[in-house]
Each structure stands twice: as C-alpha cells, then as structure tokens.
C-alpha cells in the first residue's frame, strides 16, 4: 500500500531532551515536506526537500532540522525542544514539486507535547 | 506571496443536504493548483479536489465539487448529499507555478470545521 508512515504518533517529552520524529514514504516520491499544525494557523512548512541531499527552509523552521540522506526517508529533529514546539506535525511527500497538480499525500501525524 | 483565506470557522448542515464552504485565494502568478483536504477527528489528511487555474471546467470527485471563479479568486468545495461522516476540518490549499518554471510550496488556509447533523 502506497503510504508516507511517521512515527511515534504521540510524544510527550521535556524541554531540552533531542527527540527525532522518523518519516518514510514508499511512492518513490522526490518531494518530501514537514508542516506543523496549529489551531487556527492552518498547516506551516518547517522544511522540505526537492531531492536527495536537497532541503530548505519553509517559513517556520526555528527550531529544527532535517536531513534527507536516501529517497524515502526525512527525518524531523528537534534538538533542543521547547514548549512553543507542542503542536501536530505532519510529513508529506509528492511525485515532485515542480508538478503543478502534484497533491501531498500526507502521514498520519504526531502530536508532541513539551513540557 | 500567495495567501489563502477560509473565512467559516465552522459551519453546520443537515445530513443529505448540500453545503458549500468558502475559500478564496491571493496570488499575482497565472499558473496555480488549488486543492482541498480533509481532516477527520482522527487527525489525517485527506486528499479531496484538485482544481488548475488554467481548467476551464469546475473540478468534480464524487459527491465533492470546486465552484472555482476565477475572477473573484474563490475556490469553494461543494458537498453534495453530506453525510455524519463528512464531519471534519476542510482545507484550502494552493500552489502556484513561477515564471521560471518551478512550484512554490503548498500554502494551507485555517480550515473550516464542518459538522453534519442527524
């Protein structure tokens, strides 16, 4: 089955403590993407990558890092999480960004917590 | 920058009837993709309808319909027949095309939280 997997679905950590939220996607995609998720700001990209070995800033990427070392994976690490960091996060992933009418297909999503 | 507005924090009908809910769009590119996703209590994210900017026909996927007007930047979902199960958070998104050929990020609006009754 054709699906972007994310784990853990919950987390509860404390501040400062390095967590790694793990993405995989088995569609062969090139794009791959991480958005948080809070109430009324709609989904926010933290980062993204065209390709291997590629990625970028989205407009909130304070905070964290990614990294894309093989197609399928993207991999979201907060290395000093903070409260303001509490959200749902998404990974996503599409066939390739310059595709127009390319939709993201999306992870089940995480929901940290920092306290 | 391109920005989408979803002014329906929450909106209510009543199971088999129709519903619309609104988005409207700002962008200054010619080339863009608009979609819609559902998001049910369970959290997921769930690609609806696509619409491009160039498709002179409203996008149409099952009981899910655009009323895409150009002119007025507005891209509205249509729900036909809405059902207990349709209850969720709607989104807004758009892409748009550059005149260098690449795509700029998916850009989400708030939502709209649709509730069907009984």
């Known amino acids: 089955e054709a699906q972007v997997t994310q784990n853990p679905r919950y987390l509860i950590t404390v501040t400062g403590k390095k967590l790694t939220v793990t993405c995989s996607q088995n569609m062969n995609h090139e794009y791959m993407s991480w958005y948080r998720q809070d109430p009324g700001l709609g989904l926010r990209q933290i980062y993204y990558?065209?390709?291997?070995?590629?990625?970028d800033k989205g407009d909130v990427p304070e905070g964290y890092k990614v990294s894309r070392k093989e197609k399928r994976n993207f991999p979201l690490i907060l290395e000093s999480p903070s409260p303001n960091q509490t959200s749902l996060y998404f990974c996503?992933?599409?066939?390739?960004?310059?595709?127009?009418?390319?939709?993201?297909?999306f992870g089940n999503g995480t929901r940290l917590t920092v306290t | 920058a391109q920005k989408i507005t979803q002014t329906q924090p929450g909106m209510f009908v009543q199971e088999k009837e129709a519903v619309t809910l609104d988005c409207t769009y700002d962008?200054?590119?010619?080339?863009?993709?608009l979609f819609w996703y559902k998001q049910p209590s369970s959290g997921e994210m769930i690609f609806l309808i696509y619409q491009g900017s160039y498709d002179e026909q409203n996008a149409t996927e099952g009981r899910y319909s655009l009323n895409f007007q150009k002119a007025r930047k507005s891209a509205n979902l249509v729900i036909s027949a809405s059902q207990l199960g349709d209850s969720a958070m709607y989104f807004c998104?758009?892409?748009?095309?550059?005149?260098?050929?690449?795509?700029?990020?998916?850009?989400f609006g708030s939502g709209t939280q649709l509730t069907v009754l009984p």
């Open positions: 990558s065209m390709n291997v070995e590629v990625t």
């Open positions: 998104a758009m892409r748009v095309l550059t005149r260098s050929g690449s795509a700029r990020q998916l850009t």
């Open positions: 962008t200054s590119d010619q080339s863009y993709g």
């Open positions: 996503a992933s599409s066939l390739s960004q310059g595709l127009i009418n390319s939709p993201l297909h």
